[in-house]
C-alpha cells in the first residue's frame, strides 16, 4: 500500500499540487485543443502501414474490416474508462496517478521508468526516423540526410513544448488537422472517383495469388487474434492526453470529453481508410501492398495523389511525435514531484510553466536512442508491457470506484457497462501480451529484464526520499 504521503496527494486537487518553485501548469487548453491531443496521440503511421499486415492474417475483405471494428469496440472501451480515470484524477501524469493511486508506487515508477527509457523516447526516435526518411523521399534528398533531419525534428519539437503548452497544442493541433486533410483526400478520392491509373506493378503480381481464407471456426478465430495485435496497437495512444489533465480548462469535465469524441474520430477514420484501401487495391492488393495509402492514391489521383498522401504521412508522424514529446514529459514531471526521479524534473518554468528539465531529459534519451540505431530493436523488446501498463490501469478503475464510494465523490462521467467493459478491456490487453511473448519469448524476456533494471532504481530514490523526509 502507499504510504500517507501519497495518500494525500491522491486527494488533493491540481492547484493544491504545486511544483518546489510553488509553479503549477498553465490551464489554457479547451475541448478542441484536447480532442486533437487525443486523435495526434493515437493516428501516426500506423494507419499507413498496419492494414497490410492485417489483410496478410485474415484473407478477406469482410474479415479484414472486422478486425478493425473489433479493435474499434476495444479503443472505444478503453477512451471510456480513461475517460472516467481521468474525472476521478483530473492530474498531471494521467496513468502514472492512476497506478499510484491504485497500486502504489512501484507500478506507477516502472511505468514511468519503461516510459522515459525506452518506451517513449524509443518511439521518439523511431518515429523521428520515419518522419525524417519520409520528408527525405518527398525533397529527393539523399538517405544519409534522414537521420540529422530526426535529430532537427525533435529538437525543435523539444523547444516548441519548453516555450508553453499552448505553443506545443497549437503546432500539434495543426498537424493534426494536415493529417485528417490528407486522410479525407484519400477516403473521397476512393470513394467518390473512378480508377484513372492501374495497380502498381509490385501490387498487381499478387493479384495472380490470391490469399487464402482461414477455413472453419476455429481457424478464423487464431487469424482473427492474430490480426487484432497490430490493430489494437494502431489504435493505442489515447490514453496519453490524462498526463496534461492540468493543463486542460475544467479538466474533470474537458478531459472525458475530449477522449470520448477523440477516439470516435480515429475509429471513423480507421474504418473509412481500411474501406477506401479495399476499394482501390482488393484484399490481395493491400495484403501485398508496402504502402497502402501511397498506392491507394496512385490508383485515383497518379504521381501527383503519392505526394500528397506522402506529404500527409510526414505531417502524421510529425504531430504524431509532438503529442509524444508534450505528454510523456508531464509523467515524469509527476514522478519527480513524487520524489521518484530527479529533482530538478518536478519542476517548471515560471515563466512558461512547462517541466522544462523533464523535457530537456526526454530529448537526451531520446537522441541517445537515435544515435545508437538500438531504437528499434529496444522498442521490440517492450513493445509488449505497453498493454501490461493499460490492462493494469483499467484494472485500477475498480480500486478507485471503491475508494470513492466510501467518500461520496462521483465523477462527471462514468464507464458505460462496467464492470463487463473494462473487464473485456482487461482481457484484450492481456492477449495483446500473450501473444507479444508467445510470437517472439526472447524479445520478452529481454523487455522484461529492462524492465527489472527499474527496481533497484526504484529503491535508490525510495532511500532518497525517505533520506528527505
Known amino acids: 500500500m502507499y504510504t500517507v504521503h501519497f ?28 480532442t486533437m491531443l487525443v486523435v495526434g496521440g493515437i493516428i501516426g503511421a ?8 492485417v489483410a496478410q492474417r485474415v484473407g478477406t475483405a469482410g474479415l479484414t474490416l472486422t478486425a ?17 480515470l481521468g474525472a476521478r484524477r483530473p492530474h498531471a501524469g494521467g496513468t502514472y496517478v492512476y497506478l499510484r493511486d491504485a497500486w502504489g508506487p512501484l507500478p506507477a515508477f516502472l511505468y514511468g521508468w519503461a516510459l522515459f527509457l525506452i518506451m517513449a523516447t524509443g518511439a521518439i526516435a523511431a518515429v523521428a526516423m520515419t518522419g525524417a526518411s519520409y520528408v527525405a523521399t518527398l525533397m529527393s534528398w539523399p538517405a544519409t540526410s534522414a537521420r540529422p533531419l530526426a535529430i532537427g525534428l525533435i529538437t525543435v519539437l523539444t523547444l516548441l513544448n519548453i516555450l508553453g503548452v499552448r505553443i506545443g497544442a497549437t503546432t500539434g493541433n495543426v498537424l493534426t488537422m494536415l493529417k485528417l486533410a490528407a486522410i479525407a483526400v484519400l477516403v473521397c478520392a476512393a470513394l467518390l472517383l473512378t480508377p484513372s491509373h492501374p495497380v502498381p506493378v509490385s501490387v498487381a503480381g499478387a493479384l495472380a495469388a490470391p ?10 478465430v487464431l487469424a482473427m487474434g492474430a490480426a487484432l495485435v497490430p490493430v489494437l ?13 492540468e493543463e486542460l480548462v475544467d479538466p474533470s469535465r474537458t478531459l472525458p470529453r475530449a477522449l470520448i469524441i477523440g477516439v470516435l474520430v480515429v475509429v471513423a477514420t480507421y474504418m473509412l481508410v481500411n474501406i477506401a484501401y479495399l476499394r482501390a487495391l482488393g484484399v490481395e492488393g ?16 497518379g504521381p501527383a495523389g503519392r505526394t500528397l498522401i506522402t506529404f500527409g504521412i510526414v505531417t502524421s508522424t510529425v504531430g504524431f511525435l509532438g503529442m509524444v514529446i508534450l505528454m510523456s514529459a ?40 537515435l544515435l545508437s540505431g538500438t531504437y528499434g530493436q529496444l522498442l521490440d523488446y517492450v513493445v509488449f508491457a505497453d498493454w501490461i501498463f493499460f490492462g493494469s490501469t483499467a484494472a485500477a478503475l475498480f480500486v ?6 466510501r467518500t461520496g465523490f462521483r465523477p462527471s462521467v462514468r464507464a458505460p457497462l462496467h464492470p463487463v467493459s473494462t473487464l473485456l478491456f482487461i482481457a484484450a490487453a492481456l492477449y495483446v501480451v500473450a501473444g507479444s511473448i508467445l510470437s517472439n519469448p526472447g524479445n520478452a524476456a529481454r523487455g522484461a529484464a529492462l524492465l527489472a533494471l527499474g527496481l533497484p532504481v526504484f529503491a535508490y530514490w525510495r532511500r532518497q526520499q525517505a533520506r528527505a523526509t
Not at 46 to 53: A, D, K, N, R, Y
Not at 235 to 245: D, E, L
Open 286 to 301: 493491400l495484403a501485398a501492398s508496402t504502402a497502402p495509402a501511397a498506392d491507394t492514391m496512385f490508383v485515383y489521383l
Open 46 to 53: 500506423g494507419i499507413f502501414l498496419s492494414p497490410s499486415v
Open 400 to 405: 478507485l470506484r471503491a475508494r470513492d464510494a
Open 330 to 369: 508531464r509523467v515524469y514531471q509527476a514522478m519527480a514531484a513524487d520524489g521518484l526521479f530527479f529533482r530538478r524534473m518536478a519542476e517548471l518554468h515560471p515563466r512558461t510553466r512547462t517541466p522544462v528539465a523533464a523535457l530537456v531529459g526526454q530529448w537526451i534519451v531520446a537522441l541517445l536512442l
Open 7 to 34: 495518500a494525500a496527494m491522491a486527494s488533493s486537487s491540481p492547484q493544491d499540487r504545486s511544483t518546489p518553485r510553488g509553479v503549477g501548469y498553465d490551464a489554457r487548453l479547451g475541448t478542441f485543443s484536447g
Open 68 to 84: 478493425w471494428g473489433l479493435g474499434a469496440l476495444v479503443a472505444i472501451i478503453g477512451g471510456f474508462v480513461y475517460a472516467e
Open 211 to 220: 490469399l487464402v481464407a482461414p477455413v472453419g471456426g476455429l481457424a478464423t
Open 233 to 245: 496497437f494502431s489504435y493505442g495512444g489515447w490514453q496519453q492526453t490524462n498526463a496534461v489533465a
